[in-house]
């Protein structure tokens, strides 16, 4: 009992890494890699935080080491999401009030079941423990997922926040490997919409303070529907060309 098979992990797991930001807990990086080793994926990606592990995460990851093994370590969470096609955020936080109006939560269960067959590389981002990510990172990513817990306490361990999220894809994925498709974007195009939807909210006429909620949901609710390549280029064309004409506008009225 507790010992690994040889068995070879899933080939959609292998679309798949888990990225940590700025993990306080050394213990809580084995106990994560110990959880994904659990469901089959074994990309670990680390942000802000030293490159030195010592034998506190290798005893929590029990027979995982060979994931700490291949961490890559990363300044921000910009750098770590380059070769993405997807990035998914993940939150405690609930969407109440004013202050969470930009969020757009779905549950784990029904992420897997709307990218198992598509193409692309696809990370699940965490937050330290106790604070989660910031907004700023939260915006960095096109999806978000919480996980429904009881509102007296809500916020999880880190690692059993992972084990919840990598069972939740373990279960609801096919185990044939077949993602034929092309409905992920491209990291190349993820960025161009990105910077057009921003380019959009910066030049809107609309006040200061609603722009940043305007992108978000923009974002949030056309990635929502994982839309493929050339939806999503169609989409980036009525973007682009709304930015246009609201900067031609602005260009005409400072004249």
């Not at 269960?109 to 937050?127: A, H, L, M």
């Not at 106790?130 to 996980?147: A, Q, S």
Request: aromatic share 6%; net charge negative.
């Amino acid at each position: 009992m507790g010992s690994r098979s040889t068995e070879s992990t899933p080939e959609w797991a292998d679309r798949l890494c888990i990225i940590l930001v700025r993990p306080f807990h050394e213990g809580n990086i084995g106990a994560v890699a110990r959880s994904m080793m659990n469901f089959g994926i074994t990309e670990l990606r680390i942000v802000g935080r030293d490159e030195e592990l010592t034998e506190i995460a290798r005893k929590r990851a029990k027979h995982a080491n060979s994931i700490l093994d291949k961490i890559s370590f990363h300044d921000d969470l910009k750098s770590s999401t380059s070769d993405l096609s997807l990035v998914i955020g993940t939150s405690g936080k609930r969407e109440l009030g004013d202050k969470t109006q930009h969020r757009h939560f779905l549950l784990p269960d029904e992420i897997p079941s709307r990218v198992e067959e598509d193409t692309g590389k696809v990370g699940i981002v965490f937050g330290p423990e106790g604070k989660g990510l910031l907004n700023d990172e939260l915006r960095e990513c096109e999806i978000l997922v919480t996980i429904p817990t009881w509102e007296g306490y809500p916020i999880m361990n880190l690692s059993h926040a992972v084990a919840v999220i990598c069972y939740s894809w373990f279960i609801n994925s096919e185990s044939d490997g077949n993602y034929e498709g092309s409905r992920v974007l491209s990291p190349g195009l993820r960025k161009r919409f990105r910077e057009e939807v921003g380019r959009l909210s910066q030049i809107v006429p609309t006040q200061k303070h609603r722009r940043k909620s305007i992108e978000d949901t923009l974002i949030r609710v056309i990635m929502r529907g994982l839309p493929k390549e050339e939806e999503i280029s169609r989409i980036l064309s009525v973007i682009t060309s709304a930015a246009d004409a609201f900067e031609e506008v602005r260009s005409d009225e400072s004249e």
